[in-house]
């Protein structure tokens, strides 16, 4: 089965406003944890990994935070801006038996921004 | 640099039919994979590449063969479509495992 799923199929927000988007992992062995982004009609793109030893991890605008306690991984969009929509997909490294950069991707969450 | 590039952007296939995906990075990355993605889904792993020569099978590989001559093409084939397999298809590339580079996909019906 999949191993890693998201809280929310849809996420609503205001521009301007902050967005959290959530997912849940069960697998303990994965090193790695990625979030992509992907617009409409086009393939993902990458926004920010995090290592499984790392708590909290910045870029531009977006914060990936990482609590192995209860195996939950979120992504946070600073002022959410109209191009901000899209589907966003967490994804997780499972690094075992050799397999190398056998990435598990979840279902993924539709962010709609409201101007 | 073009990045990932995928042919065809679209394909309509008949029950039985053959084709190969075409599949190609001008970054020079060892790294490289195919995935499938049904409506509404994440994507699935099918095959995926560590360097000229060196195959291995993903989540979903039946029904699917790949090779990988040359470090740039990464081609995936498929041998008797079936309508399961209809769905969009990504060929992705990467340096690091994590970072991977994606292409704009190819839209595969099979009917």
């Known amino acids: 089965g999949e191993s890693v799923g998201l809280h929310l199929p849809t996420l609503s927000v205001q521009e301007g406003d902050n967005s959290i988007i959530n997912c849940a992992y069960s697998n303990s062995a994965s090193d790695y944890f990625i979030w992509y982004k992907q617009e409409s009609g086009k393939g993902p793109q990458f926004i920010i990994d995090?290592?499984?030893?790392?708590d909290k991890r910045q870029g531009q605008r977006v914060t990936v935070l990482l609590n192995k306690t209860v195996k939950h991984l979120s992504l946070q969009i600073a002022a959410t801006q109209p191009g901000d929509s899209a589907v966003y997909f967490c994804a997780e490294n499972l690094n075992y038996g050799g397999s190398q950069g056998n990435l598990i991707f979840g279902k993924g969450t539709k962010l709609s921004v409201k101007p | 640099n073009a990045g990932v590039t995928q042919t065809p952007k679209f394909r309509i296939l008949k029950i039985g039919q053959s084709m190969t995906l075409q599949c190609a990075q001008d970054?020079?990355?060892?790294?490289m994979y195919w995935y499938r993605q049904d409506p509404g889904m994440g994507l699935k792993l099918i095959y995926y590449s560590v360097g000229a020569g060196i195959t291995d099978k993903g989540e979903v590989p039946n029904g699917y063969n790949v090779s990988r001559s040359t470090t740039e093409d990464f081609p995936l084939r498929l041998e008797l479509a079936a309508p399961s397999q209809t769905s969009v298809y990504f060929c992705a590339s990467s340096y690091d495992p994590h970072q991977q580079y994606f292409g704009p996909g190819t839209r595969l019906t099979v009917t």
């Open positions: 970054m020079n990355h060892n790294y």
């Open positions: 995090i290592r499984s030893n790392m």
